[in-house]
Structure formats: C-alpha cells, structure tokens
T-cell receptor, first 115, second 112 residues
Framework: KAGVTQTPRYLIKTRGQQVTLSCSPI?????VSWYQQTPGQGLQFLFE???????NKGNFPGRFSGRQFSNSRSEMNVSTLELGDSALYLC??????????????FGPGTRLLVL | EDKVVQSPLSLVVHEGDTVTLNCSYE??????LLWYKQEKKAPTFLFML????IEKKSGRLSSILDKKELSSILNITATQTGDSAIYLC????????????FGKGTLLTVNP
C-alpha cells in the first residue's frame, strides 16, 4: 500500500502571498489531519477532515483553511503569509471510523519558508 | 486546554546504554497515548497505549502507561546510533476524535 503523499515537498514564498498544500491519504483512509511543526512550538494540530467535512479544528487563525475532496485528498491553504508561518506542514491519515483505536500515518511533510 | 509535557528535552548517551523518556499529560476524556519516532522526515508510529493496553513492547523498545499518574515512559535498551531521533509523545483526548496533542519531543543522540 502506498503511504501518505504530500506535494510540494519544499516551497518558498514571500510575505503576503498565499499557498496551497496537498495531501493524498493512504488508500481507504477517509480522515486527514493537518499539523504545523516548528522548532519552538513542536507539532500543533491545525484541523481534521473526514468525508469532506471539517470534524475538528485547532487554535489557528482563519488564514489557515482546508478542504477535502470526495476521493479523500485534502488541501490546506494559508493566505496572507507571515514570516512565522515558516514551518514543516505534516498531514496524517487514518480510517477515521468512530471507536477505532488506531494510529495516524504521517506523510513526509511540506517545508514552507516565508521570506 | 489539553497539555503534553515530555522530559528530558534532550539526551546524549553512548551505544549500549538504556534510556527512559518521560511523557506526562493533562487531557479531558483521555482516549489513547501514542509514541512516535521522528528522524529527518515524518514521524513514524511506535506504540499506542490505551486503557485496555497499558504496556507494549517491540524489540528493544517498550512503553508503559500509568493512568493514575497521567504519564507514560518509553524505554530503549542497548541503544544504537540508529536510535538517534526525536521521540514524540501524543495524546488523543478532549472529547475530539483524531485530534492529537503533541509534546515538544525528546531529542535523543546516541554516540558510538
């Protein structure tokens, strides 16, 4: 089974621009979660999508948004980029079934640098 | 707000040593605690501990969940240079499925 894939792997943007990151989950997985990882804050939860609906949301400003498509692929968008948005963005997938005690499988991440 | 604290933040040992990494948490409606290993890329899953599975072992790695103390330890025996990585502890709770709260990790360096 192919793992979680993320594109692009690296991205350089300037302040004020917007960016869209993509995540394709493991086949059969319907839940996709997004995390931001920075040296100072560690891994922080952004949001989780299941069956095209946002099911959970972390404490990030509205500049961070996402969506999920019918094939479970997910995109994350960050508008009006700030220097502090420079980070590794990780997505993770799981079946998302209620009551299932399972782990999430992480993709390789997209490293975003905002100049 | 859910909280996960790991200690130590970093650790340097020699090959063959045994290490113990700590994770404590404060969450409402605890569901599970997970350990991940992160080298240069994505975190890779090590263990999941729940109320029905408080002890796990795989090779030289083992982990125990103490629900009374709201903590977990990850033990690595006979460490090897390949064990050098950041070890992340995450907790699923707060009434929200699939929302993991991570600690800041423990950076383990194993020297030859």
């Amino acid at each position: 089974k192919a793992g979680v894939t993320q594109t692009p792997r690296y991205l350089i943007k300037t302040r004020g621009q917007q960016v869209t990151l993509s995540c394709s989950p493991i086949s059969g997985h319907r839940s996709v979660s997004w995390y931001q990882q920075t040296p100072g804050q560690g891994l922080q939860f952004l949001f989780e999508y299941f069956s095209e609906t946002q099911r959970n949301k972390g404490n990030f400003p509205g500049r961070f948004s996402g969506r999920q498509f019918s094939n479970s692929r997910s995109e994350m968008n960050v508008s009006t980029l700030e220097l502090g948005d420079s980070a590794l963005y990780l997505c993770a997938s799981s079946t998302g079934l209620a009551g299932a005690q399972e782990t999430q499988y992480f993709g390789p991440g997209t490293r975003l640098l905002v100049l | 707000e859910d909280k996960v604290v790991q200690s130590p933040l970093s650790l340097v040992v020699h090959e063959g040593d045994t290490v113990t990494l700590n994770c404590s948490y404060e969450v409402t409606n605890f569901r599970s605690l997970l350990w991940y290993k992160q080298e240069k890329k994505a975190p890779t899953f090590l263990f999941m501990l729940t109320s029905s599975g408080i002890e796990k072992k795989s090779g030289r790695l083992s982990s125990i969940l103490d629900k009374k103390e709201l903590s977990s330890i990850l033990n690595i025996t006979a460490t090897q240079t390949g064990d050098s990585a950041i070890y992340l502890c995450a907790v699923e709770g707060g009434g929200s499925n699939y929302k993991l709260t991570f600690g800041k990790g423990t950076l383990l360096t194993v020297n030859p």
